[in-house]
């Protein structure tokens, strides 16, 4: 049943809940003394009434049962209260733990799992679907309990006050359940459809807002606009569509359950004229069964919530159960000590294609030793797959093919954090975070002291326009670096890379954006950055390539020609034919 396996969706929040068993169990019976105390009402009614106005008792018995009515008053306030602290703090704590667990895991994927993932999905998945559940927890799960006990105390009560009428207002009843858990079923599926839909359009204004100059620069923004807004149309059709089952199901129970407790009341009218009841018989009767009344529409109500909870829940364990491809080795080797001269460095007869193109190499039959301390430019058109070769060192991803080992040793046998914390990396896109210049570049190495960093951007070039800035390494660079120019931006990567202070170092077109004067800088200290450890280069320019030890040139994925500068020009081949355009050929 559909009804079922919302609630077997569920089940996966109870390592969420578990912790928190002992708050559960005060709610508990937090909830248990306010139910108690509703049902006390009714019966302290027909005391009342049946003692008081029928003429039968005393004036000390209405005001005892005026005395018990407002002590039973009491309890139920200060239970109530209870259990809504209680179970608001469940709400938040859970709510809270899940968000951070969701966080946590999401940022060990692998970049296969970003490829097929909008950042702006999990960002909805991490406010909108945990809400729903904060709903659920910190008031679905009470409510639905407390209408459970409402319901099942209230019907007992009922048949202790009128075994006949309660019979028939049961067998009313059991009609009424059928429909409400028919629309029950539609509504979840429904919700579900609807917060995916605003996951989309998260999504996709998360993209665009990063996108702005170009959008503005195109003037796409017309298209831009219609572009969320039929993706938010989107949203709020299937909005209205669970809001449609919805309210079919709200009228549908109040209906039922009403109309069956009007009939079974008109009997009981009846039965008072008969002289079969007594008034405060059949008031006791009336209030229980709008008890139970009342529980039943509460609890088509709380379904519907449970409901879209269970389709959070499902999303949520989803992006749980996401499992990277890249995992640490079960038993990691360490590292040998690292030389002072850096990190050697083999390639054997790698093969690779990327998991969304398996139909294509990006890399092929590529063997490669490099010595420590040696320097390896790399060059090739774009295309060839040298940003590929850096992702497979860094294991973002895995050969299909072949071993890399660092050191001696198979990189899959070492812990990635180790291996990662061994290379440092300036990307072909550099990333900037929105904080100051200080903060940017001791990314690369938390905890280094201030000095340290001012030395690291010091050997990058980077020194020079950090003092310049409005407030010096304090100064804001914006989000995603905006106020800094792309040169600038690269020699704070390259600062932060420096900070790190790698046995290998990998740069990725590393001064691809800089002026000649600054590259001829940055190139400087790049040059002194590479003693003491193994750098390969991935360059553009004839001055970077030259100096190498070793020049690599690639070609569809494979290494077509190694040498030295002179030999390769002696050779006459492809790197030949570049250096003598001076590498102009060569896309960034
Ligand atoms: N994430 C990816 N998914 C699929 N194909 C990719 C991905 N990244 C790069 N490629 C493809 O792999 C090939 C090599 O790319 P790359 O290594 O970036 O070249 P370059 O030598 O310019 O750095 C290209 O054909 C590129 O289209
Ligand atoms: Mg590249």
Redesign the pocket.
Known sequence: MKSQSSIQTLKGLLPFLSPYKKQFYLAGVALLVAASATLAIPYAFRQMIDMGFSGQGSIQHVDAAFLGLFAVACVLAIATAARFYMVSLLGERVTTDIRSAVYEHVIEQS?EFF?TTQTGEVLSRLTTDTTLIQTMVGTSISMALRNTLLFLGGLVMLFITSPKLSSIIILALAFVVLPIVFFGRRVRTLSRDSQDKIADSSGLAGEILNAMPIVQAYTQEPFEAARFKLSVENAFKAAMRRIRARTYLTAIAILLVFGAIVFVLWLGAHAVMNKTMTGGELSQFILYATIVAGAVGALSEVMGDAQRAAGATERLLELLAAQSNIVDPVNPKPLPPRSSNGATLTLNEIRFH????PD?N?LSHLSLAVRAGETVAVV??????????F?LLLRFYDPQQGQIDLDGINIRDISLRTLRNTIGIVP?DTVIFSANAMENIRYGRIGATDDEVVAAARMAAAHEFIEKLPEGYQSFLGERGVRLSGGQRQRISIARALLKNPALLLL?EATSALDAESERLVQGALESAMKGRTTLV?AHRLATVQKADRILV?EH?HIVETGTHSTLVAEGGIYAKLAALQFQTF?S
């Open positions: 970049p490829e990327y998991p969304s193109r294509s990006a090739g058109s774009s295309g060839a797959g040298k940003t590929t070769l992702q072909q990725d991935i690639m994925g896309e």
